[in-house]
């Protein structure tokens, strides 16, 4: 797969809305794995909302401004909104994510797929 799209890269992403999955919109998401064989990318979107106090999947990035994330705002992680996205629909490079928010969100994917999502 061209373009460096790599893990724990912070990007920008066409990524279909929950409400009309035919709609697309443009937002901040982290990569979190790369499927070269089908140009497919595992991301989690970004929102400027703080974590939810009923959902242990949020996380609310550390470093979310530069030189890490990159990103203009506070940002929270949705490790319970995993995507599939097509490689075409990746866009803009911001940043990578801190070793601190790595392997927090990294742990918080585990227990979700280990709670059988």
Not at 5 to 24: F, G, T
Request: with cysteine.
């Amino acid at each position: 797969m061209g373009r460096g799209i790599e893990p724990a890269q912070v990007r920008y992403a066409n990524v279909p809305k929950e409400e009309d999955p035919n709609a697309l919109m443009e937002r901040p998401c982290v990569i979190v794995e790369v499927y070269e064989e089908t140009n497919e990318v595992a991301i989690i979107k970004l929102t400027k909302e703080n974590p939810r106090p009923g959902d242990p999947y949020d996380y609310a990035l550390v470093h979310w401004k530069r030189p890490h994330a990159g990103l203009p705002i506070p940002s929270t992680a949705r490790c319970g909104k995993l995507v599939l996205v097509d490689e075409s629909q990746i866009l803009n490079l911001r940043g990578k994510l801190h070793v601190q928010d790595e392997v927090a969100i990294t742990a918080k994917l585990e227990e979700f797929f280990e709670k059988g999502y």
